[in-house]
């Protein structure tokens, strides 16, 4: 005998296909990366992100006012940093007057409600391209949380509101926890990058921040040894568990589309706020994909943000959070 049930009844027209619908994506979900430079009257296209820009502060102004006028209220902040100052220590990140720290400061003072959430990882401060101090070899842990920790600081004192260690050494989260309270900044935030994988996928990323590992003898060609195996999933779990227990407001999973399994799973898990971070590498394969005319981008853009908000994101970071918005509108 026939179902009695058929499920094609509640697909038969847009009406009743929106009214059972259970994802929906708004400007709400959105965290805006932006990639700030020195100079002025700067607005240049990162080669391998199209239609994605590097702003000096000037222009940058311009953006935060465009980017809340559409809704988005959130930007996470990477700077690029000159290769003069960089050194193994990264000692430019701790520069009170550092392109970071004044970035944070222009967006606060063309719009203060914006909320202000900053990357926190040597890489760019590195000559090495880590994102830890290295001595023989090997990147030292423990020495470079009490860095991040100090840059923390910097970046609170700065206005931040939230702090985003992307950097994936042990202990950081309660090193930067612990450093926040001390200095009376109970109300500033981290975003505790938790499952990052060591990932193909940030490519353009590097590209956009001239960041990527050098290739010379007894530094590591890559970020294996801190950024997790993507063969792994259980200790997606555990990374995340210890973060929260360390002191985590918002734990992340990076990249997004290839690791919509583990979003889910610390979903199921876990009852604190999820943010997903859709990569420079998946923003560049739709771009390119699209300017070949493979495939329908806005329709392919739609239901990749819509996958990951499905699989449990509360946030979304993603360099297509303009064009989203601007197509709903
Ligand atoms: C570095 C950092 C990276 C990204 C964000 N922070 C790259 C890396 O780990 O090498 C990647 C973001 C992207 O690809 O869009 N701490």
Same mark, same amino acid.
């Given at each position: ?247 985590? $407001?918002? +734990? =992340?999973?990076?990249?997004?589309? *290839? ?5 889910? @799973? !610390?979903?199921? /898990? ?27 981008? $806005?329709? +392919? =853009?739609?239901?990749?943000?819509? *996958? ?5 994101? @509360? !946030?979304?970071? /993603? ?11």
């Amino acid at each position: 005998m026939f179902p009695i049930r058929r499920n094609r009844r509640l697909r038969t027209n847009e009406a009743i296909r929106s009214l059972v619908r259970e994802t929906y994506i708004s400007p709400n979900d959105f965290l805006v990366p932006l990639f700030v430079v020195e100079g002025s009257g700067i607005k240049e296209e990162i080669d391998s992100m199209p239609n994605y820009y590097r702003y000096s502060l000037d222009l940058l102004k311009d953006e935060i006012k465009l980017l809340w006028s559409l809704g988005l209220k959130s930007v996470l902040l990477f700077v690029k940093v000159p290769d003069t100052l960089k050194d193994n220590k990264g000692t430019e990140a701790l520069n009170p007057d550092g392109l970071m720290q004044r970035a944070i400061k222009t967006v606060k003072s063309v719009c203060p409600d914006m909320l202000v959430m900053t990357d926190v990882a040597l890489d760019p401060f590195s000559s090495y391209g880590h994102d830890g101090i290295i001595e023989n070899g090997k990147i030292i842990n423990d020495t470079t949380v009490e860095v991040l920790a100090e840059m923390s600081i910097s970046h609170a004192e700065a206005g931040a509101n939230f702090v985003a260690p992307s950097d994936m050494m042990d202990g950081r989260i309660l090193g930067i926890r612990e450093a926040l309270d001390q200095s009376n900044f109970l109300d500033v935030g981290i975003m505790s990058y938790s499952a990052k994988y060591a990932s193909a996928f940030y490519g353009p990323f590097r590209d956009a921040l001239d960041s990527a590992p050098v290739d010379v003898q007894d530094v590591p060609k890559d970020k294996k040894t801190y950024q997790m195996d993507f063969a792994n999933r259980e200790e997606a779990i555990r990374e995340t568990e210890m973060d929260i227990n360390e002191g985590a $407001d918002i +734990v =992340m999973v990076k990249p997004g589309l *290839s690791y919509l399994d583990i979003v889910r @799973d !610390i979903r199921n /898990s876990f009852d604190v706020p999820i943010a997903v971070y859709q990569v420079s590498g998946e923003y560049a394969m739709l771009k390119a994909a699209a300017e070949k005319g493979w495939l329908d981008h $806005d329709a +392919v =853009m739609l239901e990749q943000i819509t *996958s990951i908000k499905r699989a449990g994101a @509360d !946030i979304i970071a /993603s360099y297509f959070a303009k064009d989203v918005v601007k197509l709903m509108s």
